[in-house]
């Protein structure tokens, strides 16, 4: 495992203020699909012991599960482990399998490599590149201590709306008389969970051949309609949906994949990934106070100063911004990963569907261009979006993780005894 931070927290999990929620319950958090309380019984013998699967946890208590569910695997007989505090830079063809190539130890011969990149790193587009070089810009909210830097006085501009920003005003908020100011183009706020949570209904069964737009748009909507006809959030009509959706933007042309993707998956992103109910209730109190002001817009234009910047937005506002926070979430480009700029490089991988993550087969294995080998080398998570759509969350993961493994496993074990002993 090539891990240069936390092992088996990421980025997500890695924050220390417990004010950062998951926004899923806890029943439907566990590692291990066939063991759905898996998550709540370790949640109740080392945090809560009142936890249910109605709990939303801290995700810092959720990253020492999963480093516990790491630690417990590896003790296990017939795993060897071995965690390399480096990055990974290169993979290179090799007569004896892939050579990795490291940025702080020495070069290692491997079999297999999958690539458990996460979500990649954030991105500075959405900024102007007279802001990027100031130090009143903060790239990154997630970088450790990186909010300690955001003075304690004097107005902040948030860029981006969505759950970022809500964990990023859970964390300022708190202050006396400092106004949070958020922009985003079209200026939506996560919704929240319903505070009870929402009863479950059935998924819809979806119709044969290819889907159109406008008939997947009314596939959700009647959905909604049936969780309301139930007597039952709406939420649950969209909760509904989780197990369809990637068939559902599978089965949309080409054409309307992109149109959905740059029209409707705003709002679409709105209603699926909701904040913790807590969160979602800290926000609204902040807006109806006015310490917390949402835009919709874009930036268009800055003048930085010594201790401040005046941000000009596209819909006329100009704000005045002591510390600019970018909270678009770590979904930037993946090429500039230097691994994955080298493997496309070299046409060992290729960018997915419209250029999001890579493109891979069913079963998660990267492709390379038209014409080269394909090497050894797997994903999962967020590099598959482009071609799975939902991809991001820990049920749609572990599954994919475990398919993945199998794989693997079936390809080690299939004519090739001198991998027997190396992985």
Request: proline share 7%; hydrophobic share 40%; with cysteine.
């Amino acid at each position: 495992m090539v891990e240069p931070g936390q092992v088996g927290r990421g980025i997500a999990y890695a924050t220390s203020d417990h004010r950062h929620r998951l926004n899923v319950p806890a029943g439907r958090m566990s590692a291990w699909a066939d063991e759905p309380e898996h998550f709540v019984r370790w949640l109740r013998g080392h945090r809560h012991p009142c936890a249910t699967a109605a709990t939303y946890a801290a995700r810092a208590d959720y990253g020492s599960y999963l480093a516990d569910v790491l630690r417990t695997v590896s003790q296990l007989p017939q795993v060897r482990l071995t965690v390399l505090a480096a990055r990974a830079v290169a993979l290179a063809e090799h007569h004896e399998g892939l050579l990795l190539s490291l940025d702080r130890l020495p070069s290692r011969l491997i079999d297999h490599a999958v690539l458990a990149l996460g979500t990649g790193d954030p991105d500075h587009r959405v900024v102007p590149t007279q802001l990027r070089g100031s130090d009143l810009y903060l790239p990154d909210p997630w970088v450790p201590d990186a909010l300690r830097q955001v003075p304690g006085n004097g107005p902040v501009l948030l860029v981006g709306t969505g759950l970022t920003m809500a964990d990023i005003v859970a964390t300022l908020g708190g202050r006396a008389e400092q106004v949070i100011h958020a922009v985003s183009r079209h200026g939506r706020v996560p919704l929240g969970h319903a505070a009870a949570g929402a009863a479950a209904l059935a998924p819809p069964v979806l119709p044969d051949g290819p889907i159109q737009l406008g008939e997947a748009r009314r596939i959700v909507i009647d959905q909604v309609r049936r969780a309301v006809g139930a007597k039952r959030d709406w939420r649950a009509g969209i909760d509904s949906l989780r197990p369809v959706t990637t068939e559902l933007f599978q089965r949309l042309s080409p054409e309307d994949q992109h149109r959905f993707l740059t029209g409707m998956a705003s709002r679409w992103s709105v209603a699926r990934h909701r904040a913790e109910p807590e969160t979602s209730q800290r926000l609204e109190s902040a807006r109806a106070a006015g310490s917390v002001r949402i835009h919709a817009g874009t930036i268009i234009n800055v003048d930085v100063r010594d201790d401040h910047a005046m941000v000009g937005l596209s819909n006329g506002t100009t704000l005045r911004a002591s510390a600019v926070i970018n909270c678009t979430g770590r979904s930037g480009n993946l090429l500039e990963n230097p691994l994955i700029a080298q493997l496309t490089h070299l046409g060992h991988a290729r960018t997915g569907p419209f250029g999001i993550g890579l493109a891979t087969d069913a079963d998660g294995r990267v492709l390379p261009v038209p014409g080269a080998p394909a090497l050894p080398l797997w994903t999962l998570g967020p590099p598959r979006k482009g071609q799975l759509y939902e991809s991001t969350a820990i049920p749609e993961v572990r599954a994919q993780a475990a398919s993945l493994a199998r794989s693997i496993n079936a390809t080690l074990t299939a004519g090739h005894p001198r991998q027997a002993g190396r992985r």
